[in-house]
């Protein structure tokens, strides 16, 4: 089984999230969750239950990360030397031939991957259609809504 993909700068986020989940919000649920014990019957203690399950939570996210993020391989993309094609990592200007609209997206792992940063996934159908291609070229693929048209405007790493 190949090991996912992900950037050095999503392997960082992600392990801040890590550290964030293990060393400021489990000491805090757990706090809630003893303080929520001291007010007595926990039949009927909406707080403790609502703690409780904020911990499930934190506890299933911390593993989630610790798993992902020990079977992914790192990529620092600054080492790439790909040029002006497009490879994983890559941070790629896009002009839509029929709207004349710019966007810019980069190529990620699946487990960094988040669009409203404009971080798509290398197995979504516009990066699949993007890697090996060059700035000045057009390409096209099928999205939901239907066939696009783009033309790469630029390619760079950072």
């Known amino acids: 089984m190949s ?10 986020r992600l ?11 489990r000491p805090r649920i757990i706090a809630a969750i003893a303080e929520a014990r001291a007010h007595g ?20 996210r911390i593993g989630q990360l610790e798993s992902l993020l020990s079977n992914a391989e790192v ?9 002006n094609r497009v490879v994983f990592g890559a941070i790629v200007d896009l002009e839509d031939e029929d ?6 997206y ?6 960094e991957a988040d669009i409203k940063l404009r971080m ?5 159908p516009i990066a699949r259609a993007l890697i090996g291609k060059s700035a000045g070229d057009s390409f096209e ?7 696009k048209h783009y033309e790469i405007i630029g390619v760079r790493y950072e």
């Open 15 to 25: 392990r801040a999230e890590l550290e964030k989940l293990k060393f400021v919000d």
């Open 41 to 60: 019957d926990l039949k009927e203690n909406a707080e403790y239950h609502a703690a409780r399950e904020q911990q499930s939570f934190a506890e299933g």
């Open 3 to 12: 090991r996912p993909p992900i950037t050095k700068a999503g392997s960082e």
């Open 75 to 83: 990529i620092d993309v600054t080492q790439l030397n790909p040029g």
């Open 141 to 147: 693929f099928t999205a939901p809504n239907g066939v």
């Open 99 to 104: 709207s004349g609209t710019a966007v810019t």
């Open 120 to 124: 798509i996934a290398v197995s979504s």
């Open 106 to 111: 980069q190529i990620v792992g699946d487990l």
